[in-house]
């Protein structure tokens, strides 16, 4: 798996010189972060037993230290490969990404569940 992304990485690599990094690109990547990190904070609710956790990378139930240790993983890694995608690849790479997050915190939400920092 390691040799594959750093595979696809060195691989869009020649691209990203072509295609800079502009503050929309920014304000998309930020946007991504943000939810992941109030969908961190609705998970951390679910640690009380009443739920569980449906992504299956970390768990039902993960600790806190898997949770965030996973989100902070997330976030450097999109953000990584979406400064290496040239632009077109790059908006569709962070839309997706933005696209699970917010499906995670509206079924969050639908539970119940509110931000626990």
Known sequence: MKTTLALLLLAAAPARALDPWTWQD???????ISLVLIDVGETRALMDGRHHEL???????????RLVGLAFAGVVTHAGV???????WRRGWQAIGIGIEVAA??????LGLRLSY
């Open 105 to 110: 915190v509206g079924h969050n939400a639908t």
């Open 55 to 65: 992504n299956p990378i970390v768990g039902p139930h993960p600790s806190e230290s």
């Open 26 to 32: 920014t304000a998309w990547e930020a946007t991504f």
């Open 82 to 88: 979406a400064y290496l995608l040239p632009h077109g």
